[in-house]
């Protein structure tokens, strides 16, 4: 079956430390993954898509699979990083989005 | 550019009533969502529509119902409301056939249900 795993609710960092938000997937096929940032009371957007192979915001994930994981990464995590981070698989058949449950990053100064 | 627009942004319902939460796009995508996100448990999706005239459920369809009479417009329709759906609801859109594209949310509706 589809899922999609974040096993953080909550990570907690000081500014300047090295950020990683685990994000696991169970797929059958090729996946397509991506990173969606909730910042507070703000819309749901876009981070980053495993295809692009971007670095956004200095974030970068990379598709591990053999590890099935897509993890989020940031070397020196700022205040303004502070958001609910969802990991997100497109399932082909639907075209629809499969999210993990969340992790909520918290970045004290 | 507007893109994906819902309204209201919040509302407080009593038990028994009913309501729609309006989605509209500009973007003239085919395919629109409605998902629900609950706390700790992430987005679900609600119903899905590939285009005008055609919907589908998603994994949490009961006590719900769409339509889709315009490209532009996919209004989720609540008609008992129950406290179970409290919650935060997220319209999106996406041009499918066009390749590595996301989906576009709107800013979300909180339901209260009282």
């Known amino acids: 079956a589809q899922r999609v795993t974040q096993p953080e609710k909550l990570l907690s960092v000081f500014k300047g430390a090295p950020v990683e938000l685990k994000c696991n997937y169970s797929?059958?096929?090729?996946?397509?993954l991506f990173w969606y940032v909730q910042y507070s009371r703000q819309r749901l957007q876009l981070l980053l898509r495993?295809?692009s192979r971007e670095s956004i915001k200095g974030f970068t994930a990379d598709l591990n699979k053999g590890e099935t994981s897509f993890h989020l990464k940031k070397p020196f995590a700022q205040e303004e990083d502070s958001a609910m981070y969802y990991c997100?698989?497109?399932?082909?058949?639907?075209?629809?989005?499969?999210f993990g449950t969340g992790t909520r990053l918290q970045v004290f100064p | 550019n507007a893109g994906v627009t819902q309204t209201p942004k919040f509302r407080i319902l009593k038990i028994g009533q009913s309501m729609t939460l309006q989605c509209t796009q500009d973007?003239?995508?085919?395919?629109m969502y409605w998902y629900r996100q609950d706390p700790g448990m992430g987005l679900k999706l609600i119903y899905y529509?590939?285009?005008?005239?055609?919907?589908d459920k998603g994994e949490v369809p009961n006590g719900y119902n769409v339509s889709r009479s315009t490209t532009e417009d996919f209004p989720l329709r609540l008609e008992l409301a129950a406290p179970s759906q409290t919650s935060v609801y997220f319209c999106?859109?996406?041009?499918?056939?066009?390749?590595?594209?996301?989906?576009?949310f709107g800013d979300g509706t909180r339901l209260s249900i009282l």
């Open positions: 529509s590939v285009g005008a005239g055609i919907t």
């Open positions: 999106a859109s996406i041009e499918t056939g066009v390749e590595d594209q996301p989906q576009h």
């Open positions: 797929y059958s096929g090729s996946p397509e």
């Open positions: 973007m003239n995508h085919n395919y």
């Open positions: 997100a698989l497109r399932d082909y058949n639907t075209d629809k989005l499969i």
């Open positions: 495993h295809i």
